[in-house]
């Protein structure tokens, strides 16, 4: 439901961005005939390969057709067709450079699909997944695999606007791994990750023997408790859930984890330090409204005075905001 949601209320800056879906099965087909329900008004374009059933007001295109309409964001609607989906946008941006979000239908692979065999998993207790150049081996025990709609935009722009050669950074909830795993092959880095989930970590540690060029320490930690104070980084990002950072009932009780990280961040901070965050502004709860998230950054220097807020600005694409901080 958070997908029809963002669908139907997209971000306010990003009103002027352009959705379609991607279809490959017949599960996607019918949870479409789902959506179309909610676009009472206008065309709702789908990208596919296949022939497909005519719906009223659903309009087929080829995949080169999301470069041809300039389409920002691309809904992969359930997970059966998640992995031929994402195979065909990945040919697509290789072959033409052309950036756009990918919303992944669930982030989480439920462990019945693994039952059901239609996702193999290895006697080791791991599902092997592609994320970019990187074969990410996901843990069963954790299930999460990279969530193509937080992190490609958001992996990109940390790429070509804060990431540097040599610089420590920090992947802060680093879930499988893949944010930080994925700016690592892309840039000559120093990465850290830290993770409160022991299976996320086992992940990790399982993704960096597959590909040897990855390197990093990994800490099992809440928040920075383990984390040895000897630590520096130069860059510290986080997209804590991979569905959103935020809005999620019970990710984040009483914002226990941001406050234990906004308190402690300035300790692990090398002198011009930067923390570079997203937080979703999609409204669930009532108490995790925009304006609690607005109040809670409007007096952020006066609660953290060893931080300084930068800006807060829309992830083209998403409904995502981009929070930049840095070291007093």
């Known amino acids: ?3 029809l949601c963002s669908l139907r209320f997209p971000y306010p800056h990003d009103s002027s961005e352009r959705y379609c879906l991607a279809a490959e099965s017949k599960e996607d087909w019918e949870m479409i005939r789902q959506f179309k329900k909610y676009f009472k008004t206008g065309e709702l374009f789908v990208v596919s390969s296949q022939n497909t059933p005519a719906i009223q007001g659903v309009t087929v295109i ?21 992995v031929t989906i994402e195979n065909k946008l990945r040919k697509l941006n290789e072959d033409t450079g052309y950036l756009f979000s990918i919303w992944d239908p669930h982030n989480y692979l439920k462990t019945c699909y693994i039952l059901e065999g239609r996702v193999k998993s290895f006697p080791e ?7 970019g150049d990187i074969e ?16 490609w935009v958001y992996a990109n722009y ?3 606007n804060e990431i540097k050669d040599g610089m420590s950074v920090l992947d802060m909830w680093a879930g499988s791994g893949s944010l930080g795993s994925f700016c690592e092959s892309r840039s000559s880095i120093f990465i850290s990750f830290v993770d409160i989930n022991y299976f996320a970590i086992l992940s990790m540690k399982k993704t960096m023997e597959i590909n040897l060029a990855l390197k990093g320490e990994v800490w099992l930690s809440d928040v920075f408790g383990n984390v040895p104070e000897t630590e520096k980084f130069d860059l510290i990002c986080s997209r804590k859930n991979p569905t959103n950072f935020i809005t999620i009932g019970g990710r984040d009780n009483e914002w226990s984890s941001h406050i234990s990280f906004f308190t402690n961040a300035s300790r692990y901070l090398n002198e011009n330090g930067k923390i570079c965050i997203v937080e979703s502004i999609c409204n669930v709860k009532k108490k995790h409204s925009d304006e609690f998230v607005e109040n809670f950054y409007r007096n952020f ?3 953290y005075p060893e931080l300084t807020l930068v800006s807060i600005k829309p992830l083209s694409g998403t409904f995502l905001s981009m929070i930049t901080i840095v070291k007093r």
Do not use: Q
Not at 62 to 82: H, L, N, Q
Not at 136 to 149: A, C, E, P, T
């Open 1 to 3: 439901m958070h997908l």
């Open 62 to 82: 080829p995949y080169a057709g999301i470069v041809d309409k300039e389409f920002r964001t691309v809904v992969i609607p359930t997970s059966v067709g998640e």
């Open 125 to 131: 207790g791991f599902v092997p997944h592609r994320y």
């Open 136 to 151: 990410l081996w996901v843990s069963m025990g954790n299930i999460i695999l990279s969530s193509y709609y937080a992190n």
């Open 158 to 160: 940390l790429l070509a």
């Open 301 to 303: 220097d006066k609660v």
